[in-house]
């Protein structure tokens, strides 16, 4: 099968090459429907690479499609299923192909342009539920981009009372404010601790979701936690930072690392059923966080926007 993929060569080095995929036995091989950009992509554009990995690299993990055919070992899908990709499976493509076991299928009734979000929307609200927020608790979001708009959406089904929504772009703090936020803080323009001790009687909040990925916020994270306060750790942070933990052991906070796919791969398979269902009984708002919609001949404009413009939450790619 012949497709268009996504080869990442360099730093804001984007090419569109054609490939013939060979079906293993193995395999399923799946036309993308939709695939989209995730925060993760992002790094891999801006140069901001983890460790153990090197340039040109196939990226695009996110995204869903239908089962156009399986190699003879494969008994978990059939041609003609609508499917989920939750690991790196080259989504950004016409065609891709992957092992059963990186799939799921699609939630039965759920619109595909949401199910094809699953990954980043199991992601995220696996951190809800994991999160421990209880009826009554004074909840911050630090980072209100598309997992920071679910947590926030999410916390307050668990029942939050207070929300705090932080992030240092202003389009953000908007959205967030729209999603429900009961408050919206912007570092950069006031002192964060200061306004929450404000708001919690000088206790500090009850859950902090860090959703930002980098050190101020996670130090900032810190700051801002109630004594035995749950510090949810969502981000992937790429590069080593410096982090003054003094009160995670002074103040005994309960640590949560949420990060669904990077259970086993089984565990991952039982979690994202539970993660997705809020969003296939509606209780949660997808659609205002899907900013653009770009074809993937138009990929590398996408990006360029998706690292530009403050406004974006989520680009979706189509074939
Ligand atoms: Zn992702």
Redesign the pocket.
């Known amino acids: 099968m012949k497709t268009r993929m996504l080869k990442i060569e360099g730093p804001r080095k984007l090419v569109l090459v054609e490939k013939e995929l060979v079906l293993e036995d193995d395999e399923v091989l799946v036309r993308t429907l939709q695939s989209s950009i995730?925060g993760?992509d992002k790094m891999y554009y801006r140069g901001e690479m983890p460790p153990n990995e090197k340039y040109p690299l196939f990226i695009g993990?996110?995204g869903g499609g239908v089962v156009e055919a399986v190699g003879s070992k494969v008994d978990e899908y059939q041609a003609g299923d609508l499917v989920m990709s939750f690991s790196r499976s080259c989504t950004f493509a016409d065609y891709f192909k992957t092992k059963p076991i990186n799939l799921q299928p699609v939630p039965e009734g759920l619109d595909m342009r949401i199910a094809a979000l699953g990954?980043?929307l199991a992601?995220a609200m696996h951190s809800v539920l994991e999160s421990g927020v209880q009826l009554g608790d004074t909840v911050a979001v630090m980072g209100m981009g598309f997992a920071g708009q679910i947590m926030l959406q999410g916390a307050r089904k668990k029942g939050a009372t207070k929300i705090i929504a932080i992030d240092v772009l202003e389009d953000k703090l908007k959205l967030a404010k729209k999603m429900g936020a009961d408050v919206t803080i912007n570092p950069a323009k006031e002192n964060l601790y200061q306004t929450i001790m404000g708001l919690t009687n000088g206790q500090g909040v009850d859950v902090v979701f860090e959703a930002a990925g980098n050190q101020d916020s996670l130090n900032a994270c810190s700051a801002i936690l109630k004594h035995n306060g749950h510090l949810v750790l969502y981000s992937w942070l790429t590069q080593p930072v410096t982090l003054n933990m003094h009160r995670w052991h002074q103040n005994s906070f309960k640590i949560i690392t949420t990060t669904l796919v990077h259970h086993t791969k089984y565990e991952r398979i039982v979690w994202s059923e539970k993660a997705m269902r809020p969003f296939q009984q509606g209780l949660i708002d997808v659609e205002p966080l899907i900013s653009a919609e770009y074809k993937l001949a138009d990929i590398k404009e996408a990006f360029e926007e998706s690292v530009n413009n403050d406004e974006i939450i989520k680009i979706i790619i189509k074939p």
Do not use: D, L
Request: with cysteine; charged share 30%.
């Open positions: 995730c993760t993990h996110e990954e980043p992601c």
